[in-house]
């Protein structure tokens, strides 16, 4: 089983600021095959990036992702006040699937 | 408008069954692969189950392999995981997903609202 570790566990940031959030696999993971997504409270999740870098329809251009093999990273260049949530990285490409632990951003 | 909603969730009492639909809408259903996915409360997101478009290929995480089982009905648009020998750590709230593809080992895209399953005594 792959596991993904992600970090840091919270981000305390201010509206305007960048977040770099983290995730790294136990093993290597194709970037095709690595995902993140978005969920608010009492919300289902969303999907925000594929392929590690390629934003899903709808997601705005300040986030942006990279990485391969064992590291992974979600950047958000400029926070918006609905930007605050949990974020998750996953990998879809062996079984089973895998999601992160979630890295949670908060208002500062 | 691409929708999917869970019902069957409730209170259950360990070791006893419960089992889980998925109603979809809005898209070609038997062209996509489905999953079950579970988020206990105040923790993450655990892959439960997934099942190709045609049911030839299905897959389980390890610690519901043997009790539950995801299954599919084209015709009906709909998705169901019968769920066996529940044990406490079961409780969660279930989320129907849609994959990207016809195969299980690709994105989810599109996400249903959950159904609660809250195992106890």
């Known amino acids: 089983e792959i596991v993904l570790t992600q970090s840091p566990g919270t981000l305390s940031l201010s509206p305007g600021e960048r977040a770099t959030l983290s995730c790294r696999a136990s093993q290597s993971v194709s970037s095709s095959y690595l995902a993140w997504y978005q969920q608010k409270p009492g919300q289902a999740p969303r999907l925000l990036m594929y392929g590690a870098s390629s934003r899903a329809t709808g997601i705005p251009d300040r986030f942006s992702g990279s990485g391969s093999r064992t590291d992974f990273t979600l950047t958000i260049s400029r926070l918006e006040p609905e930007d605050f949530a949990v974020y998750y990285c996953?990998?879809?490409?062996?079984?089973?699937?895998?999601f992160g632990g979630g890295t949670k951003v908060e208002i500062k | 408008e691409v929708q999917l909603v869970e019902s069957g969730g409730g209170l259950v009492q360990p070791g006893r069954s419960l089992r889980l639909s998925c109603a979809a809408s809005?898209?070609?259903?038997?062209?996509?692969?489905m999953h079950w996915v579970r988020q206990a409360p105040g923790k993450s997101l655990e892959w439960v189950s997934g099942?190709?478009?045609?049911?030839?290929?299905?897959g389980y995480a390890d610690s519901v392999k043997g009790r539950f089982t995801i299954s599919r009905d084209n015709a009906k648009n709909s998705l169901y995981l019968q769920m066996n020998s529940l044990r406490a750590d079961d409780t969660a709230l279930y989320y129907c997903?849609?994959?990207?593809?016809?195969?299980?080992?690709?994105?989810?895209?599109?996400w249903g609202q959950g159904t609660l399953v809250t195992v106890s005594s």
């Open positions: 997903a849609k994959s990207f593809s016809s195969g299980y080992y690709a994105r989810f895209d599109y």
């Open positions: 099942i190709n478009w045609k049911s030839a290929d299905m």
């Open positions: 996953q990998q879809h490409g062996s079984s089973p699937l895998t």
């Open positions: 809005g898209f070609t259903f038997d062209d996509y692969a």
